[in-house]
């Protein structure tokens, strides 16, 4: 059991850790607290999917 719980553990952190890094997720947890507006959000996100490199650095 114990060695089963380990696996799921390790498969889960490396599924979970690209999410953390990812622009759309990082625009939406700014826009869910209140760091950005709607239209902020809207720009940033064209700009993830349309022009990554202009992107501002975080």
Do not use: W, Y
């Amino acid at each position: 059991m114990k060695k089963s719980s380990i696996i799921f553990i390790a498969i889960f952190s490396v599924n979970i850790l690209p999410a953390l890094d990812n622009p759309l997720v990082l625009i939406n947890h700014d826009l869910r607290d209140g760091l950005i507006s709607d239209l902020q959000a809207v720009e940033l996100k064209t700009r993830v999917l349309l022009i990554p490199e202009s992107l501002p650095d975080r």
